[in-house]
């Protein structure tokens, strides 16, 4: 399983009105991508990264508490409100792969999924 | 750890149709969690996910009548179970407090109509997540407990009050405790909501430390568990120790992993009550069951 870095920078400003071509960012070999949970979705739900490049995954919640669970790549992390949680992974392999959060937030949370697809 | 499907088993067993040994040595009488014998053989009914107070009238027209369905096909099986037991889900979740309480009266009431001495209950994370099982504590009782009867050792386990979905080291301290006592020959049965071992997480089919779980039931030659959650028949083994997954009675959910998303299956007209189902589970001997699946109408 690969090792995955999360960790919160407490204290920083909730991300607001990210749409799905704003929030990724390639620079130096790395890719940004700006994430945001609400109930019950993600946004955006569906990311497209390219294979061997390291991401870094900057999410939010615009309002309880979530988790972010992508087990393809060892990465899953707690999304709490009124910070980012900023996860580091680098794909290894190819394919599409389920994320989901793993945090109950209520009666829609079994839809609160997305899809990350890795592009050679 | 592997998947078990209805072929093995039953080649395992030598048993054919629906009904399967989840043991796979010889049948007979052993001794019971305290060392006494097994003095009469038993059987209880599974019955899961009923989600009481869910509407979606593509996924479950009957919503209202599904339960009560299955009270009445239990209250017609030809042998009367010990007792019946509900792995969690008993009602759907929702933000209102008051409603609820009023879900869990409803679905109270409902199964009261079960002509069973004995009912077991046990919290689905719909029960209790969003509380910490404050209504569920309120209507059912402890959301972790144990019982014996006719020398098996049941526990049932909470693995959804907490919305991360952990048993946590308290219960995990509790249940080594309570197993010390035992035998490491006796029969044990553990009831949770959520698989112990990671069946698909990515669709949350999973319990975080459920791995913490296992490793204390391992020394334990003869423990089978029993869960819901995932709204299928499903089998898989971790070492020795047999996992059973039980249907749904609200609405069926894909294989793991075999569609994009954990979509309940809608309703299919031509075959109405299709996936939905309960089961019988009865002893043959120590650590070993045989398991009935019923469907609700012609499933």
Not at chain 1, 98 to 105: G, I, L, M
Not at chain 2, 101 to 119: C, H, P, Q, S, Y
Not at chain 2, 187 to 200: G, M, N
């Amino acid at each position: 399983m690969k090792r995955t870095i999360a960790f919160v920078i407490a204290g920083c400003t909730v991300f607001l009105g990210i749409s799905s071509r704003d929030a990724m960012k390639a620079a130096g070999g790395q890719t940004t991508i700006k994430l945001t949970a609400k109930r019950f979705e993600y946004n955006p739900a569906q990311i497209t990264v390219k294979k061997g490049t390291q991401v870094v995954l900057e999410i939010s919640s615009e309002d309880a508490k979530h988790g972010f669970n992508l087990p393809d790549f060892g990465v899953r992390a707690d999304i709490k409100p009124g910070a980012i949680t900023r996860v580091t992974f680098t794909p290894d392999k190819a394919g599409t792969f389920s994320f989901a959060c793993d945090v109950f937030c209520g009666s829609g949370h079994e839809d609160m999924s997305g899809q990350l697809t890795v592009v050679e | 750890m592997r998947e078990i499907n209805r072929r093995d088993f039953m080649k395992l067993s030598g048993l054919g149709g629906v009904v399967f040994a989840s043991g796979l040595g010889r049948v007979a009488f052993g001794l019971g969690a305290s060392g006494s014998s097994i003095t009469d053989d038993f059987h209880f009914v599974q019955l899961s996910d009923t989600h009481w107070g869910f509407e979606g009238p593509p996924i479950n027209p009957d919503a209202k009548g599904t339960l009560k369905k299955a009270v009445a096909a239990v209250n017609s099986l030809e042998e009367k179970p010990d007792f019946v037991v509900f792995t969690g889900d008993l009602t759907h979740t929702t933000d209102d407090a008051r409603l609820r309480r009023d879900r869990m009266t409803e679905f109270r009431d409902i199964v009261a109509g079960l002509n069973v001495k004995t009912l077991r209950f046990m919290a689905g994370e719909h029960d209790a997540a969003i509380d910490r099982g404050d209504a569920y504590h309120e209507h059912f009782g402890e959301l972790n407990y144990t019982f014996d009867h006719k020398g098996v050792h049941f526990v049932v386990l909470d693995n959804v009050s907490d919305p991360q979905a952990i048993v946590g080291q308290a219960q995990t301290k509790w249940l080594e405790q309570d197993l010390k006592r035992l035998k490491n020959d006796a029969t044990i049965v553990v009831f949770t909501h959520r698989p112990l071992f990671d069946l698909y997480p990515q669709w949350d089919w999973s319990t975080r430390d459920g791995a913490a779980v296992i490793d204390v039931l391992m020394p334990y030659k003869n423990v089978t568990v029993f869960y819901g959650h995932i709204h299928q028949e499903h089998h898989y083994l971790t070492g020795h120790i047999p996992h059973h997954a039980a249907k749904s009675l609200m609405f069926p959910l894909p294989a793991p992993g075999s569609a994009p998303k954990r979509a309940p299956i809608p309703w299919d007209q031509a075959a109405p009550y299709r996936g939905l189902g309960f089961r019988g589970v009865a002893t043959v001997g120590r650590g070993q069951f045989q398991i009935t699946e019923s469907p609700i109408g012609k499933g």
